[in-house]
């Protein structure tokens, strides 16, 4: 079994920084891609950022630059560091990690409030 913990959410003012992180814990278990999405309300959840074992990176077009995903392999973690934060970035973000014990699936984080405002 394999458990994700987030950390790192928040209230901000528009303009401002924050930083998630995702760590994956448990035994037996090898991780390949790693990513972030987010839900706002009466919304249906949207990929922000996806980052593979061999670091290939992939972004949602709203990002425009501003977010940055990076992992270490050696702490099964993978952050997000948001920054040029706007009110629409409003969400709830959930880590997503895939993961092979006996067969690939996808877990997900319990979810982190982010909220710009000021």
């Known amino acids: 079994q394999v458990q994700l913990v987030e950390s790192g959410g928040g209230l901000v003012q528009p303009g401002g920084s924050l930083t998630l992180s995702c760590a994956a814990s448990?035994?037996?278990?090898?991780?390949?891609?790693m990513g972030w999405y987010r839900q706002a309300p009466g919304k249906q959840r949207e990929l922000v950022a996806v980052?593979?074992?061999?670091?290939?990176?992939q972004y949602a077009d709203f990002v425009e630059g501003r977010f940055t995903i990076s992992r270490n392999n050696g702490k099964n973690t993978v952050y997000l560091q948001m920054s040029s934060l706007k009110a629409e970035d409003t969400a709830v973000y959930y880590c997503?990690?895939?993961?092979?014990?006996?067969?690939?699936?996808?877990?997900w984080g319990q979810g982190s409030q982010v909220t710009v405002s000021s």
């Open positions: 997503a990690v895939d993961v092979h014990i006996t067969y690939w699936r996808t877990y």
């Open positions: 448990g035994s037996g278990f090898s991780i390949n891609a």
């Open positions: 980052i593979t074992k061999d670091s290939s990176i």
